[in-house]
């Protein structure tokens, strides 16, 4: 297939100190940012290290000034040109990479994170499928480890996380290594076959939701997952007594999972409903109930394992 056109987006993250209620942990807002849009990737790093070196000699010609405004990281998000995606997922992209304030390069996300939606043959699904595959991360990749605090950023594209938000969350488990996503393909490989093996299906079970760390934060009671590349150090000090309750949440975690050894990919049971729960509703509505009512039923019972409904 040809090349795909895209631009690529960048989102200069930044928040104003004046309000310092509003830069606390456990979540502070980095809301105020600028964009701008290029067709060559060669331009986005020249774009950032014009900028990275301009606002560092306005900090030293302006030293009170400079003090009020903290630079947190750039966004470029690569967008597919003449293309539709879904109106629910507009972070949707063809590439996604990080950079620090002072222009280092902090991350990339290299796979895309998007289907087209009309249009693709058999061979246009697989080819697709192929550039949605994550096929694991270098060791220097993965800058953290568990039980590390750290602060993560969301952005279009970390569909986990509110855009705009920074929050606070201790590491539970890192991202798995190249070597790692081999050992896990070639044990899929060995017990799949047929349209289960095609590239268009291999996404599915080898995407974006594996590039993450696993983390466990004070605004949930769950494991949440946060891209690789959205995991940043602490850049506010901590207070004694949240660093503990974020200990204290890792340290039951590691009682809840100590005895199994199956920990490689945690799976939240709650967006699946069991065949018993599945027999027991269709027994219902053939008695003559709506699906709706049997659904209803099912629900308030108790027999389910969904959260949603």
């Known amino acids: 297939m040809e090349k795909t056109e895209s631009i690529f987006k960048v989102i200069h993250y930044m928040y104003s100190r004046y309000d310092i209620r509003r830069l606390r942990y456990p979540t502070f807002k980095a809301e ?35 003090k009020t405004v903290y630079h947190y990281a750039y ?6 040109l003449g293309m539709e995606v879904n109106v629910f997922h507009l972070g949707q992209n063809l590439s ?42 270098d060791p220097e990749e993965i800058k953290f480890k568990p039980g590390d605090i750290v602060e993560i950023l969301g952005y279009p594209g970390n569909g986990y996380w509110s855009e705009d938000e920074v929050n606070l969350a201790i590491i539970v488990k890192t991202p798995p290594t190249k070597e790692e996503v081999a050992e896990m393909k070639k044990l899929y490989l060995a017990t799949h076959s047929g349209f289960d093996i095609c590239d268009h299906a291999l996404c599915s079970e080898f995407g974006s939701h594996l590039d993450t760390y696993e983390v466990l934060s004070q605004c949930s009671d769950s494991i949440d997952h ?24 890792y340290d039951k975690y590691l009682e809840t999972v100590k005895d199994n050894d199956d ?34 039923s099912c629900y308030k019972s108790g027999r389910h394992n969904r959260k949603d409904g």
């Not at 600028?34 to 060669?42: N, W």
């Not at 799976?267 to 709506?290: H, P, Q, W």
């Open 75 to 80: 966004v470029i998000i690569e967008i597919p």
């Open 96 to 137: 996604v990479r990080i950079y620090l304030p002072d222009g280092t390069l902090w991350g990339v996300k290299p796979y895309a994170d998007f289907f087209p939606r009309y249009g693709l043959d058999s061979d246009g699904f697989n080819y697709w499928g192929k550039k949605n595959q994550f096929w694991g991360r």
């Open 263 to 296: 920990t490689l990919r945690t799976i939240d049971e709650t967006k699946y409903v069991t065949l018993e729960n599945f027999m027991e509703r269709t027994a219902y509505i053939e008695e003559g109930n709506s699906n709706e009512e049997g659904r209803e």
């Open 226 to 249: 946060a891209s690789t590349i959205s995991v940043f150090p602490l850049t506010k000090l901590i207070s004694s007594r949240r660093r503990k309750a974020l200990q204290a949440l």
């Open 32 to 66: 105020w940012h600028e964009c701008a849009y290029f067709k060559d990737l060669d331009d986005v790093e020249r774009y950032v290290q014009h900028q990275a070196q301009m606002w560092n000699k306005a900090a030293e010609v302006f030293p009170v000034d400079s």
